[in-house]
Nanobody, 126 residues
Framework: DVQLQASGGGSVQAGGSLRLSCAVS????????FGWFREVPGKEREPVSA????????FTADSVEGRFTISADVAKTTVSLQMNALTPEDTAVYYC???????????????????WGQGTQVTVSS
């Protein structure tokens, strides 16, 4: 059974930190890349950060560069997103997703991802 389970959201003040976790089951870290996305009402879901442990390739959106860090623990089958220096603009529902790699290649665009887990709400107050 393939499943992604996101957790760790909450409410923090600007400048605070949160750590999101995505529990992965049924996916091989050698075959899939994993990513974090976020969505706010009225806007398209956007990629935040993604990782493939097969080649240690990481994508990080410009808007979170230097503040957010993605990591994967293959042994614990978990993909985490450490979020520091949060701003109100980071308020969103955050989702994790998987993408099967094609000979080690994967794409950042939201349409390439699937197996979306349920989202976790992050709210940052000013």
């Amino acid at each position: 059974d393939v499943q992604l389970q996101a957790s760790g959201g909450g409410s923090v003040q600007a400048g605070g930190s949160l750590r999101l976790s995505c529990a992965v089951s049924g996916f091989s870290f050698d075959e899939y890349a994993f990513g974090w996305f976020r969505e706010v009402p009225g806007k398209e879901r956007e990629p935040v950060s993604a990782i493939s442990t097969w080649d240690d390739n990481v994508f990080t959106a410009d808007s979170v560069e230097g503040r957010f860090t993605i990591s994967a623990d293959v042994a614990k089958t978990t993909v985490s997103l450490q979020m520091n220096a949060l701003t109100p603009e980071d308020t969103a529902v955050y989702y994790c997703a998987a993408q099967r790699m094609d000979r080690g290649s994967w794409f950042v665009g939201t349409n390439y991802w699937y197996s979306w887990g349920q989202g976790t709400q992050v709210t940052v107050s000013s």
